[in-house]
């Protein structure tokens, strides 16, 4: 659990209300990871959203190849930017990596009670949702820029 005044920091969060603003601090914690730690690998289950406090972050996907498998950057994410919005999106599965570049603080929401929260309040959902949409629409076209490079 975190403080409510923790979220409130950041302008991701200003939409929401006091209560809505405690239920999700009761759901997240404050981690930190090290240089080059794979926060989130590609591939495998998606089980937490996070909101990028400190440090700074490498975005990257992985693509067949004849020779094997490639590693593509698709972008950075710097300190109040969110990443592994996978967590909220069926089918729950990371499509993306996440590297930390240095050292970097977080704040890691567990996603399946955000989700039975959004569903208790529709309201709450559609605005997390819009947001987290925005977001999604970033880091897809820093991914097709990059895939334009490669081709």
């Known amino acids: ?18 209560g809505e603003l405690k239920a999700i601090a009761m759901i997240a914690q404050e981690v930190e990871h090290e240089d080059r730690e794979q926060i989130i690998r590609p591939g495998q289950p998606a089980d937490f959203l996070y909101f ?16 094997g498998y490639k590693e593509l950057y698709a ?10 919005i996978s967590a909220v999106i069926e089918p729950y599965i990371s499509t993306m990596g996440v590297q930390a570049n240095g050292a970097v603080k977080a704040i890691k929401i ?18 997390l949702m819009r947001e ?20």
Request: negative net charge; aromatic residues 10%.
């Open 75 to 84: 972008g950075d994410i710097s300190p109040g930017e969110l990443f592994g």
């Open 52 to 67: 990028l406090m400190a440090g700074n972050c490498s975005n990257y996907f992985i693509v067949d190849e004849r020779d």
């Open 110 to 127: 567990d996603a399946k009670p955000m989700l039975t929260i959004c569903e208790a309040d529709p309201k709450l959902g559609y605005s």
């Open 1 to 18: 659990m975190i403080s409510p005044e923790l979220l409130r920091r950041y302008p991701f969060f200003g939409f929401l209300s006091d």
């Open 132 to 151: 987290i949409n925005q977001v999604l629409m970033g880091q897809l076209s820093g991914a097709m820029a990059q895939l334009a490079i490669v081709k």
